[in-house]
């Protein structure tokens, strides 16, 4: 990869939330010399077979599961990339990551020296947020850099 300036660190997957963030940041802070990491954590599946309670140990079934999140992670990155040549990102990569979605955040941050990371927000209740948990708190409290949440 070639020699840029500040290193960034966007958390993408397939929601509005997302999109919002991304946009923001072309539009109110992207430099040409900018290096973008666009970092997604696909949808987990439970390999579990809902009539038996057990594992899945079918090999057609797991094959076919994986096959939709690979196809699904593939279309997302597609997209992400038409919108990074229209937004005339040139410095950017697109990673995927298979823990949760802050601690991928976050990790990438960190091995990349990231200066700033981007992420959306869904604008949950504090009594939802502290039930299920939330991408952008976790990210603000864990992160080594500055957090920039954008809120629809």
């Known amino acids: 990869m070639a020699q840029g300036g500040r290193k960034v660190v ?14 923001f940041y072309v539009e109110n802070f992207h430099k040409d010399d900018d290096i973008v990491y666009l970092v997604h954590t696909p949808e987990r599946y439970n390999f579990v077979d809902a009539n038996l309670g057990t594992p899945v140990e079918r090999p057609a079934v797991l094959h076919e599961l994986l096959d939709e999140i690979n196809k699904k992670v593939r279309g997302l990155e597609a997209t992400y990339q038409q919108r990074l040549q229209s937004a005339g990102v040139k410095l950017a990569n697109f990673v995927t990551r298979d823990n949760d979605a802050g601690e991928a955040i976050v990790s990438v941050a960190k091995e990349e020296k990231a200066q700033l990371i981007v992420t959306g927000c869904r604008g949950m209740g504090k009594i939802r947020r502290t039930f299920l948990g939330s991408v952008s708190d976790y990210v603000i409290h864990h992160a080594h850099c500055p957090v920039l949440v954008c809120r629809k």
Do not use: N, P, W
């Open 10 to 23: 966007i958390g993408v997957d397939e929601s509005a939330f997302s999109e919002q963030a991304f946009s």
